[in-house]
């Protein structure tokens, strides 16, 4: 059921890093990317695929981890993704991107979800520093990247209280605390 799978659907950050992700399992997600919606179908995404730990090892230092976890500079060693997915914008095809890749990724990580894997969308990225490691073209504008993995912790979802704070926050245990405002507050007519 698509609301089993959204709820399932979390931000990750903590992951088996030793268990690989293959490239054909990538590729199945980037096709589910493909087969999504695109402002007047101009399709101008690409992506760059990463399972491998030596250019896993390039991408990471590159990426911010959980804004909010002020003490948690992000998963050690042993529980980092093992893989990633950098979606591109292609400047040759289109000038904006518009939410092109906000759908995408989202069509990407419902589909990891399904295989048992769980990924988390990182816009926080120095993205001059990534370009130069692995090479990207000045014509390809750097969008977002997936880090994707077998999920090493667990996530709950909450009602955000009364005094309407959304940070999300880690609790002793290591159980991570998502809010989610309320319907009703969502819905203003
Ligand atoms: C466009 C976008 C960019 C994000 N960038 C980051 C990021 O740079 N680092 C990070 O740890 N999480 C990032 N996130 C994940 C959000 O923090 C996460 O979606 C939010 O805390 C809600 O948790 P949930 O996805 O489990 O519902 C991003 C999410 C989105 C949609």
Redesign the pocket.
Known sequence: MIKDLILK?????RFYQEVAIELKTLRELIDLARLSASSANKQPLKYILSCDPQTNALIFPF??????LKDWP?PSEGERPSAYIIVLGDTEISQSFGCDH?IA?QSILLGATEKGLGG??????KRQELRKALDISSYYEIL?VLALGKPREK?V?ETVGPNGDIK?WRDSEGL?H?P?RALDELIVG
């Open positions: 659907n979390r931000s990750y950050r990426l911010s981890w959980a804004g909010y992000g906000g990724a988390c969308m990182i816009g926080s990225i977002l996530v979802i999300y991570h998502v989610k």
